[in-house]
Nanobody, 116 residues
Framework: QVQLVESGGGLVQPGGSLRLSCVAS????????MGWYRQLPGKQRDMVAV???????NYADSVKGRFTISRDNAKNTVNLQMNSLKSDDTAVYYC??????????WGQGTQVTVSS
């Protein structure tokens, strides 16, 4: 049983920063890709940032230059440093893992609210 435990969400003022973390554990067949997705109310869940096993990253255009994704392979952990947060970053953020068998796993989500 694979489990993804997310942490770091919360309430922050515009222009502030948050750091999200996700730790994967359980019977996972090696991690190929880890990433963060977000879902705004009434909207589709969309990719924010992903990182593969070799450290190659991709970012949504809306977060480039503000967010940074990183991973610790030894600890099966992925992080998302979010700077210069804006009100339209408010969403539920979900951790996603894809293993080498191309199976997908999701965390429960953590709320990020950007408000003055």
């Amino acid at each position: 049983q694979v489990q993804l435990v997310e942490s770091g969400g919360g309430l922050v003022q515009p222009g502030g920063s948050l750091r999200l973390s996700c730790v994967a554990s359980g019977s996972i067949f090696g991690i190929r890709v880890m990433g963060w997705y977000r879902q705004l109310p009434g909207k589709q869940r969309d990719m924010v940032a992903v990182i593969n096993n070799g450290g190659i990253t991709n970012y949504a255009d809306s977060v480039k230059g503000r967010f940074t994704i990183s991973r610790d392979n030894a600890k099966n952990t992925v992080n998302l440093q979010m700077n210069s947060l804006k009100s339209d970053d408010t969403a539920v953020y979900y951790c996603k893992v894809v293993d080498w068998g191309r199976r997908e796993y999701w965390g429960q989500g953590t709320q990020v609210t950007v408000s003055s």
